[in-house]
């Protein structure tokens, strides 16, 4: 009897770099997951600002109130954003190697975070109209990318996470690694081999294996970096190599449709 791979968590970012949030479904558009970092924020140079160097990101709570984005953290006032948060006119921004424009958030909103960090930040949201293009070594014409790291979608299964949790003394959540989808009953690092996928009704390419970093060390619940530098230290044991320390399969959606909890996975090549 062949195995059952499945579908078992979704986690979308409605802002990049802070905390994600799961559901039970969830629309994949040409960009990845309906909402997933189209929003992010910038320093006063337009380059991107993450929890690599501000950990403390991991601890705004994001909840999604039907058109709004509702943001919550200890001692800070609660926050509100929607469309009307933005202003009309765009900003040059940059993430990794690529430049875009993007839309910046009113005064009050970029106040907001800019107080949180200690930091002159701006909130931007992604533009639709001057889309982001994907790395073109593993994509194809035409594909692009929210302001997620550098491809649609991130996977990573529940057995490749059990085996490394084996190694360590303290385990870690898979939100260390902050993926979009989690896929049961597979074997571990199986889905390193894998070249196209299919969840429910909608194909994947599998494109590149990616390459992990000082992230994974944020303790997600307390916005702490391990002092001993884990998990990342133990993948780097077994699982370096000369394109980086791997662990998760990048993926570019090639079609569109709804993602649910449960649904089966097949393999296609």
Known sequence: MSKLVTLSTIII??????????????KVEKYGLNNDRLIMLVD??????TQR????????????VEHQIKLVVNNHSELIIDEESFLKSSFPVKIWKDQCRAFVAKKLINDWFSLYLNLPVKLVRYN??????????FSKAGDVVSFADGFPLLVISQASLNELNSRLEKSVSLLNFRPNIVIDGC?????DDWKKIRIGEIEFDVVKKCSRCILTTVDPKTGIK???GQPLKALSDYRKTKEGILFGMNLIPRSSGIIRLNNSIKILR
Do not use: C, M, T, W
């Open 13 to 26: 970012y409605p802002i990049k770099s802070l905390a994600g949030i799961r559901l039970n479904e969830s």
């Open 44 to 49: 006063e140079n337009g380059l991107f600002v």
């Open 53 to 64: 160097k501000y950990p403390q990101l991991a601890l705004i709570n994001v909840q999604l």
């Open 128 to 137: 639709h109209q001057e889309p982001r293009l994907s790395d073109k070594e």
């Open 187 to 191: 074997e571990a690092y199986e889905e």
């Open 226 to 228: 391990n002092l001993n």
